[in-house]
Structures are given as C-alpha cells and as structure tokens.
C-alpha cells in the first residue's frame, strides 16, 4: 500500500489528509489560510506536510490550489483569493520536503476524486463535474485523464456564456452560468423574490429578521426545506440554469457520467431535481439516445484532499 498526501488549499483554510491507494483518508489536519501573506500560506502547507509525514512513508505530495495553474503543474499562475502570482509553488514545496510535487486546481482535484473513487466511479472513460459553491467550478476527464488545455487552465466551466449580456461576471464578462446558477445566484434570486413578494417569504424572512439583504445561502436551503415558496422557486432558478449547461456538456463532450458537487448540493432533490427536470427538458431530441446520468458527487470536503493525493501517485 502506498500513502501520499493531498493538500487542498482554499481562500479560508489548508487542508490535508494522508490517503491509501484505495482513496480512504488514514488521517486529517488542517490550519486557516493566511490569505494575504504569499510566504506565510506557503509555510502553512509546509507545516502541514511535515505534521502528515511524520512516522509515515510517504511517497509524494498533491496540492490542490483555487487558482490557474500552469501546463507543467508546478506555478500558480494566478489565484482571485490567494496572494500568489506566478508562484513557483512545486518546487518550494518539494525542497523543503524532499518529496516529489504536483500542483494543480482545486477544482480539477476535486473533479478527479469523483471520477476515481466517488460518483463517477463506475465510469472508465470520462465525466463532467460542475461545483456549485460561492461560484461556479468544475473539472472535465476525458480518456480517463484531466482535461487541462495546452496552457493548463481548462474547464472553467463557470465561465461559459449563458445569457447574452447578462449579470457582470466577476471574470469580467456579462451572463456566465456562474451569475445564475451558483450559491450567490441562488441568494441573489431569494432576495429579489422575497423583496418584491414578501408575502410569500414568510419562512425565510423570518430566518432574516425580516431583511431581505440579510437573506444567506443556509436560509434558503433551510426555509425551503421547510416549503418556503420564494425558497423553493430560487432553487428551481438554480436548476433550470445549471440543467441547461449539463446539456451543453452532454451535446458536446458525451461523457459517461455528470456530477454536480459543492456546498449548494446540501438541499439535495431541491436543486437536483430542476436541475435534471431542465437537462432532460433541454434533451428531448435526444430521448432515443443513451445519455450521461446527473448524479450528486459523494466526497464533500474531503474530495480535494483525496483528488489532489492520488494525482501525486501519478507523477
């Protein structure tokens, strides 16, 4: 059996875990994520390789990063919630550990953790992954390998254009998916519907003492597991946008198996349900044909961890 370590690095929190070849995590610790200071984050994943390794034989490290990284997985070219800018991260992290070094987005590991030991699984081709959280993230596996683009930034999937000048995008553009089918669009719909209706968010603006601005993500998935109606149809929003752009990929790539993970899939058959309701909606010419099944992803929080591991046994 061999053991790597999979380091997830977030905008909030580090994250690691040492992880056998069948993709169970043995052990886990974690630190919070000094954001703004590009020596002292580097330090944190550090620390918390040394603490993972000790008394352990390790093979390699896998570091899931919230940015782009580059080709040969090893910079971090940019990350919007981190410090870093052309960060040479592998190689600091390979010498101060003496392990060998992969680096790659946290998305992609996430994606990977579920093609390899979660909802995707049983699939040996190939597998869409969408993560609805604050955004909108994703990985795309095709032939069994990451898709990663000739300059290691593919699959942003988050920023494929859905409504023509739509909601600015943080990225820049106008009326990406992420702007209408991520927590913040689910928030953004609640609020709206609560302020125009409020007769109609008696639950929900009740969990916000009655402001509308006050209104999070948990209180809409709380509220609408209750049957607030404002709750019910801002999730309904979400999956009718988020089935669209499964379709897309099942037009385009027709892969095996599609998986939607991230915070938002807590609701559960509250967002998965319009989501395949659309998907199926937008594929009626395709009802003779086989096509990808949407199925929640299984590994939550750990899937970074275990993603970012087992693509260091790769090296």
Known sequence: ?????????????????????????????????????????????????????????????????????????????????????DEPLREYVGNATGLPVIVENDGNVAAWAEFRYGAARDADDSMVMFTIGTGVGGGIVLGGELVRGANGIAAELGHMLTVPDGHQCGCGRLGCIEQYASGSALVRFARAAARQEPHRATALLELADGEAEAI?????????????????????????????????????????????????IDAGDLLLGPTRRSFTDALAQRSRLPVAEVRPAELGNTAGVIGAADLARRI
């Open 1 to 85: 059996m061999t053991l790597t370590i999979g380091v997830d690095v977030g905008g909030t929190k580090v994250a690691g875990g040492v992880v056998d070849d069948t993709g169970a995590v043995l052990v886990q610790t974690r630190r919070d994520t000094p954001a703004d200071d590009v020596a002292k984050t580097r330090d944190v994943i550090i620390e918390v390789v040394t603490e993972l390794s000790a008394g352990r034989t390790v093979e390699a490290v896998g570091v899931g990063a919230a940015g782009w990284i580059d080709a040969s997985r090893s910079t971090v070219l940019f990350a919007p919630n981190l410090a870093w800018r």
């Open 216 to 264: 999070t993500g948990p209180m809409v998935t709380a509220a609408a597991k209750g049957g607030d109606p404002v709750s019910t149809e801002a999730f309904a929003q979400v999956g009718r946008w988020l089935g669209t752009s499964l379709a897309d990929m099942a037009q385009i790539l027709d892969p095996q198996v599609l998986v939607v993970g991230g915070g938002v």
